[in-house]
């Protein structure tokens, strides 16, 4: 089983960036796809980014797609998100999430996930 521990969220200004990074512990990283999703208040968790095991590939929500930029360590076993160019429709707790690959799963949906962390607060002022 893999803990996960989100951190690099924070207040940041609207056109700002933040670097969110999520370490991993407890199990063998690399064998997980890792994705980024955000929740605010009253509605589902929304998939924002994922990366496969190895990172030879990325996938990103539409709305995000030229501000975030998902990327994996393994040998540090952390997933990292930058966000750039933030908006105030950014702000939510972003969590990252572990997901035993399964060719059945659609990984833009958070049941897919196995594991998640405990979320990291962003917050954009306009």
């Known amino acids: 089983q893999v803990q996960l521990v989100e951190s690099g969220g924070g207040l940041v200004q609207a056109g700002g960036s933040l670097r969110l990074s999520c370490a991993a512990s407890?199990?063998?990283?690399?064998?997980?796809?890792m994705g980024w999703f955000r929740q605010t208040p009253g509605k589902e968790r929304e998939f924002k980014a994922r990366i496969t095991r190895f990172g030879r590939d990325t996938y990103y929500a539409d709305s995000v797609k030229g501000r975030l930029t998902i990327s994996r360590d393994n040998a540090k076993n952390t997933v990292y998100l930058q966000m750039t160019n933030l908006e105030p429709e950014d702000t939510g707790v972003y969590y990252c999430?572990?997901?035993?690959?399964?060719?059945?799963?659609?990984?833009?949906?958070?049941?897919?996930?196995?594991?998640w962390g405990q979320g990291t607060q962003v917050t954009v002022s306009s």
């Open positions: 999430a572990a997901s035993i690959p399964d060719w059945l799963k659609a990984y833009a949906c958070p049941t897919s996930y196995d594991y």
């Open positions: 407890g199990g063998t990283f690399s064998s997980y796809i």
